[in-house]
């Protein structure tokens, strides 16, 4: 089977500035994916270009063997750092939304979810708190059944008891075909449920490897080798 | 899919527009309730209360149709700018649809705003004008308008002139969004450099409406378009046969710039988008 990503000699440039420096990789299906860097190395620009919201400045990058168009987002379901719903928007607006513009969205699998938070759907999201409106837009794009899930800082925002239930959504709902990849800098809290990490520094690669080899080569957890690789 | 856009967006933009709405047609009411009182209790002349009220309301009408009118481009531009490069950009961004239905699925929820606005206009003019002064007839409508005389070519001006709105709107629509497209490429300042677009497109509009207008004063009565347009004028009824060749060059030359603007806007948003 194809591979669910791959990018070759990706480079994007900001004003002048490089935030990605010709970057190789490739993901197969099936895994959860860290893509783990310190602040401003390049994870959320990566994942933008992932998901089309930002055009390569040179290199290549497929999703299932296409490049980001149509056809990558309906497989690829998005977790943005940013609260992107309206919020004048009601719960049950959203959720009819998703079910019109998503054909794999789960709607039963998402309400499910929203009433084990105790999340009213007739609620406004302005009327929500901001960790409330994080785990609707979480609820949301976990409900979908894609191929890849791309989560960008998924619990950058919200407090210990929160991250628990975030990362257990993501164990607990994503198919085993399906591939997971999220970004963080909090590598502590996500590395339980990580089979591979990729470390991104200044818009490059430094690693790519198992969570696996990690603490076999290095006999160390994957959050003290990355505060040894990019101890400042 | 266009179809559910548009329905999405007319959701969030009606918040918008239903109070502004409700305003304008309030009082509108206000202000012809306040005309028929006045003029039952023959009050029109002399400074009394019901004058003054009547005068107050008329005012802030007239105040609330043209901010109305102000605020449905406002508003659909703010809808534009929010929707594609603001936060809500990265939902719409990555919707499965194609650049070209985002696009449309705007220009058409901002047509419909547009067409909404004229008609509420009109519609509480006429309250103003006609339920006001107890003159709500169908002998005042043919009075002021002649529909009972109407011939084809009356017919055909009036809807080359709602083609023409029409076209207007979505050419009007379609500018800003290539505008705000084009602003969007610059790394900041993008909402100058949209009104600054705005201001560039409206400068080639009208340098080459001075080159038409040039064109026909200068041209000699031997060129082809100058004789055509005397023999029509010629004929019973020219002059209307001229204001529909007008409505429809417009509409033509409306539709050319739309078309360009549309390429504009859906090669930065396919190709160019840089959503930081």
Sequence with gaps: MEPILQCSGLCKNYSGKEALRGLNLTIERGHIVGLLGPNGSGKSTFIKLCNGLLTPSTGTLTIAGMVPGVETKKIVSYLPERTYLSDWMRVDDVLSAFEDFYADFDKPRALDMLQRLQIRTSDRLHTMSKGTREKVQLILVMSRRAQLYLLDEPIGGVDPAARDYILNTIISNYDKDATVILSTHLIADVEKILDEVVFVSNGTIVLHTTVDEIREQQGTSVDAYFREVFKC | MLKKLIKYDLKATARSFAPIYVIVMALAILSAIFERVCNTFHSSSGLNVLNVLSGITLVLYFLALFVVNILTLVICMRFFYDNFFKDEGYLMHTLPVTPAKLIWSKVIMSALWGIATVAISLLSAF??????????????????????????????????????????????????????????????????????????????????????????????????????????????????????????????????FSALYFVIAQSIMKNHLNLE
């Design chain 2, 127 to 256: 309250i103003v004008m006609t339920v006001g002064r107890g003159q709500f007839s169908y002998n005042w409508f043919n009075f002021h308008f002649g529909i009972s005389h109407w011939e084809p070519m009356d017919v055909g001006v009036l809807l080359s002139g709602i083609l023409t709105i029409v076209i207007g709107i979505i050419f009007i629509e379609l500018c800003i969004c290539a505008s705000l497209c084009v602003g969007s490429l610059v790394p900041k300042h993008h909402v100058a450099v949209c009104i600054g677009m705005i201001i560039a497109f409206c400068i080639v509009h009208v340098v080459l409406a001075i080159f038409v207008v040039a064109f026909m004063q200068s041209a000699p009565n031997s060129n082809w378009l100058i004789q055509t347009l005397q023999a029509i004028d010629s004929r019973n009824d020219g002059y209307k046969q001229i204001t529909i060749c007008g409505l429809l060059a417009a509409s033509v030359y409306m539709a050319a």
